[in-house]
């Protein structure tokens, strides 16, 4: 128990340290000692000084009072001037070159993108109308390609060939229907 207590720091060890102490304290070596009038001039000096910040502080009070005065009777509320504050800054924001970049970055990748969709949808379409027509080239007995030759990258993609499959699919049933009616003829 008593090696316990001597590493421990105890309450009654501690010193207090008061207003007292602070004031006893002694100036840094650094800090060249002032003679007795030369103390009296900062001290007046420092008293103008804090005068002149209460009187400027007022007056500086008194001309906000002012500028609110003015805006209250030319009708300019704070919602007002944030509105043209954001007005201001999204127009700076827009004229910047970043977003004119970006801007036009996005325009571009849009134009991509559009003209992408576009070629899909119209491969879509072709590879629906050689499905159509190679049902009906079948249903006669004509032997026709069985993929267009305009598509040979896509072709390759498992999106199509997954698509591919499901087109197979509808056709081998829509064969197997057209079999089935009793006049031979699918609608």
């Known amino acids: 128990m008593e090696q316990a207590d001597q590493g421990a720091v105890r309450p009654d060890s501690i010193t207090e340290v008061g207003e007292d102490a602070v004031m006893s304290v002694t100036v840094s070596p650094s800090v060249p000692t002032l003679t007795e009038e030369e103390q009296e001039e900062l001290r ?8 002149e910040v209460v009187t400027l502080s007022q007056v500086l009070a008194a001309k906000e009072k002012q500028v609110a005065d003015i805006k209250r009777k030319l009708g300019i509320t704070p919602l007002n001037e944030l ?3 954001i007005s201001k800054s999204w127009q700076e924001v827009t004229t910047s070159t970043a977003y004119k970049k970006t801007s036009e970055g996005l325009s571009v ?9 576009t070629s899909m949808g119209s491969a879509i379409s072709r590879k629906f109308e050689d499905v159509r027509l190679q049902s009906i ?3 006669f007995g004509i032997r026709s390609l069985q993929h267009s030759a305009s598509m040979p990258v896509m072709r390759n993609t498992p999106t199509f060939k997954s698509f591919e499959e499901k087109v197979e699919t509808l056709k081998v ?3 197997k229907r057209s079999q089935d009616e009793p006049d031979g003829i699918s609608g």
């Open 109 to 117: 990748a849009g134009q991509k993108a559009t003209a992408a969709f």
């Open 137 to 139: 080239s079948n249903y």
């Open 83 to 85: 509105k043209q504050n």
């Open 173 to 175: 049933k829509d064969e």
């Open 44 to 51: 007046d000096e420092l008293l103008k000084l804090e005068d």
